[in-house]
T-cell receptor, first 111, second 109 residues
Framework: NAGVTQTPKFRVLKTGQSMTLLCAQDMNHEYMYWYRQDPGMGLRLIHYSVGEGTTAKGEVPDGYNVSRLKKQNFLLGLESAAPSQTSVYFC??????????FGPGTRLTVL | LAKTTQPISMDSYEGQEVNITCSHNNIATNDYITWYQQFPSQGPRFIIQGYKTKVTNEVASLFIPADRKSSTLSLPRVSLSDTAVYYCRRGDSNYQLIWGAGTKLIIKP
């Protein structure tokens, strides 16, 4: 039972490049989330999904897109990366909207 | 504006009880309070959750007064391995999950 996994663990991009972060969970959870974590700011919700085929905006959605084509996967895309998107990205899943299970994180640097 | 405020850092010693308080003045009726623990290079891990009064599990206790404007995470007899960042989070069933900025707890021998 792997829980929540994230791919890749590290990535360096140049400004303007695009990339996709993959989150996978094997707990059959309905809800999935993408957060970014910056020093001194805690966790901020980017997008979330309440089920396969659905997505919704969180607190800081600008510059990101998401897709939930399969229940177990939640993809986060950056179409044109900017230095302000340098952060650690965490994916989480939950059977309800309360207790969340987090992945190990993806450290993204945009130069 | 709904905010969740907690101290930036705290120090304590092995064997002591540690209490971390979170302020959430504008808490909504449906909001639960949840605490998470995070070690470096890892995702946050659930510790405890409550709505009102006191909740206790095998690792911590959570005290929430009647007005629910604050909550206190209590860690009994801490050890060096409890050194981590602790997050307070409020939220309801509509996914309005508001996280505090985290409290860095350092346990000294």
């Amino acid at each position: 039972n792997a829980g929540v996994t994230q791919t890749p663990k590290f990535r360096v991009l140049k400004t303007g490049q695009s990339m996709t972060l993959l989150c996978a969970q094997d707990m059959n959870h309905e809800y999935m989330y993408w957060y970014r974590q910056d020093p001194g700011m805690g966790l901020r919700l980017i997008h979330y999904s309440v089920g396969e085929g659905t997505t919704a905006k969180g607190e800081v959605p600008d510059g990101y897109n998401v897709s939930r084509l399969k229940k177990q996967n939640f993809l986060l895309g950056l179409e044109s990366a900017a230095p302000s998107q340098t952060s650690v990205y965490f994916c989480a899943s939950s059977p309800r909207s309360d207790t969340q299970y987090f992945g190990p994180g993806t450290r993204l640097t945009v130069l | 504006l709904a905010k969740t405020t907690q101290p930036i850092s705290m120090d304590s010693y092995e064997g002591q009880e540690v209490n971390i308080t979170c302020s959430h003045n504008n808490i909504a009726t449906n909001d639960y309070i949840t605490w998470y623990q995070q070690f470096p290079s890892q995702g946050p891990r659930f510790i405890i959750q409550g709505y009102k009064t006191k909740v206790t599990n095998e690792v911590a206790s959570l005290f929430i007064p009647a007005d629910r404007k604050s909550s206190t995470l209590s860690l009994p007899r801490v050890s060096l391995s409890d050194t981590a960042v602790y997050y307070c989070r409020r939220g309801d069933s509509n996914y309005q999950l508001i996280w505090g900025a985290g409290t860095k707890l350092i346990i000294k021998p």
